[in-house]
């Protein structure tokens, strides 16, 4: 993490090479709501991908994984509103879009990664794709980024786009990405949506090695209400126009190139977590001194995935019983009596737990502290040197309202 | 199962010998809610306990396991309105309650099982009960079963009290129980409160045998929001005056008495379930036709324990790609392309998927159905003999209300 970045502008299409376009096409009933994104690189580019952990998976994710067994990809097609999951026919769907992007684009069927996100079980056609990818191939721009990241959203509020720049081996490399939330989040291996894109040079193998590892500290650290979506993705195209030398090895440009990724990521599940469905707070925690990484996300993870804190959170309560509560039936081994408890935000930080047990604080700083709309959780487990941060939002009203009638 | 049993009223005094009492001894604020119950059987009986494996825990736990270790206890004291866990002086006021109950009871400090639940980690002191035990000694009566139901409430709408009456070696013996939701439920190999009494006969061996495997098939099927409370007990009284001959090993009089605490605590399950925080509705899921039983009880509890699918049934709404999706992320092994799922209640039934892939149907039918009180979400796996039941509700405003500022 020792190399420079900075944020940048762009997202998806930050790194050079990469067009983006997304419209309405027709899947959505709400003609304002954009409903298909397209993705292009202007060459072939080494491509890596995690995929949900549910036994029930949507087609695309058959598709794409045939797709990309060949460690290659050049383009990405994306559909919000239906999920193409527990239909008869989607796998000849999933497929269907792959050779429409062919027809209109030049990116062969088998370069294609293709996504859906939506409702589960619900019938669909190819027609909309039909009429639609002509104008989407169209649209192809390098200025297309937020089109694409507001055609993937859901239930989600805002538009998830992050990038950031940095060098390997003196050349100026781009990787941003878009990813869409905010419910069925807790991902498993793999997560929601979330589609990435680099020109840094880097073979198939170290970009699979690089997205694995830094899921697992990012989206895999994230939840907004503990279901595990059959649709999760997230996938990484590099097309090697920055002109680095190509990463083909550990070493001090793979760390720079997945410190820049790790970046990336982390921001998109903050941007997510933020953006939970319903939520009106980021709420993190942060776990430290553990004796090892896992038990630090264990710990973090069941804090921030506990409906009761998560309602208390919403509350602006400072019911620290509930995170202790969490941390013992997380599995992790903990000793108890050690354990120290924080609220903090940037109204202040208030003590309430020390080694196991309550001590007196003041209600009124809690209440100012835990009013605001991001709140970190500080765990500090005094058994080791190990941390670890999970993201998550608070539970609210809005939450149950979206998913009472989700369907229409 | 073959055994007949019927319904009968008392509760937690159903069986001979057995009184109880419920009172305010001013551990709330509240002077209208009661926050102390007794219970004491005549004779020493044959005890057994199931805890939460919540590594927090309640200092009544560690009381109540020293004090049932020898597998005999005659009295049960439980408050709430404070958890007395994560208190510097949680043991000795545990350790207090019960010296209180020989002094006004006449029964040994150490056959007294002990129990709290409320707010985790706030003071705590014996004042309360040194003022009111001898009242609650003296309002001891076969008839004050309702008042300790209503005694050991905190969220909780309704008291909960079952018993049954069954035959052992033409003895007619009777077992009954009170138990508490309503938040932070999710048992893992025990739950909330309960108490249970009989007068049948049992050896403490037996005893703890048939409460094990009850708990399992009933209380560790359950859950409310997914929390595993600090706190969690079952315990079980047999006084044995019923008269039969005393149950020491496997065989019919053992099946009959495990069947008839099968009852007891499946009927508690169901009203707990129903009366979860801000639950309007009870929702079972029954998974049939699983390889074994494990895979049943794995896709049964983890349907119900989805935020997604709670919150559709508070909505009735029909979005069954919830169901599937929880099948997917449960754990357990199954071929989706087998599953059905019909959607159940006394207004009908709506079949909703076949063989894992969805099919037409009514919406108006299915919002009929959905709008009940009582819903099941009958899964068929199409794949052996093995059955399980898991009893939930629905994820409600409510439930985030109670929850958003619970200390107050």
């Not at 999933?94 to 990664?113: F, N, P, R, S, Y």
């Not at 894109?197 to 989206?219: C, G, K």
Request: net charge negative; aromatic share 6%.
């Amino acid at each position: 993490m020792s190399e420079p970045f900075s944020f940048i502008p762009g997202g998806i299409v930050a790194a050079k090479g990469f067009q983006a376009s997304g419209e309405h096409i027709g899947i959505r009933k709400n003609r304002a709501k954009k409903d298909c994104a397209l993705i292009v690189s202007d060459t072939l580019c080494a491509a890596a991908c995690c995929y949900t952990q549910n036994l029930v998976k949507g087609a695309p994710i058959a598709v794409t994984q045939a797709n990309v067994a060949n460690g290659y990809a050049r383009a990405i097609i994306c559909n919000s509103g239906n999920a193409n999951t527990c239909n008869a026919n989607g796998v000849e769907i999933a497929e269907g879009m792959c050779k429409l992007v062919e027809q209109h684009t030049g990116v062969g069927a088998g370069d294609v990664i293709v996504a859906s996100t939506g409702v589960i079980g619900q019938e669909m056609t190819l027609a909309p794709f039909e009429t639609g990818m002509a104008s989407l191939a169209a649209s192809l721009r390098a200025e297309g980024g937020h089109d694409a990241a507001l055609a993937i959203m859901t239930t989600d509020t805002i538009a998830k786009e992050v990038a950031v720049t940095f060098t390997l081996g003196g050349k100026t490399c781009a990787l941003g990405g878009i990813s869409k939330g905010s419910g069925m989040i807790h991902p498993n291996m793999a997560t929601m949506l979330c589609f990435l894109t680099t020109d840094a040079a880097i073979s198939p193998a170290m970009l699979r090695a690089a997205l694995a590892q830094v899921v697992r500290d990012t989206f895999n650290m994230l939840s907004v209400d503990g279901d595990t979506s059959t649709n999760d993705m997230v996938s990484v195209l590099a097309n090697g126009m920055a002109g680095n030398a190509e990463i083909t090895e550990a070493g001090a440009d793979y760390d720079a190139f997945k410190a820049a990724l790790y970046q990336v990521c982390a921001q998109l599940c903050r941007m997510m977590a933020k953006d939970g469905e319903g939520a009106s707070k980021l709420i993190t925690c942060t776990a430290t001194g553990a004796r090892d990484i896992d038990t630090a996300k264990q710990v973090a993870k069941s804090v921030i995935c506990s409906n009761l804190l998560k309602a208390a959170m919403f509350g602006a309560d400072a019911n620290w019983g509930r995170v202790l509560c969490a941390i013992g039936y997380s599995g992790a081994d903990v000793d108890v009596q050690r354990i120290d408890v924080q609220f903090v935000s940037r109204a202040g930080v208030v003590s309430v737990c020390t080694a196991g047990s309550g001590i007196p604080f003041s209600e009124e700083l809690a209440k100012t502290v835990l009013s605001e709309d991001e709140i970190d959780i500080a765990v500090q487990l005094n058994a080791g040197e190990a941390q670890a941060t999970a993201w998550g939002c608070d539970l609210t009203y809005d939450y149950v309202k979206i998913n009472g009638d989700y369907r229409t």
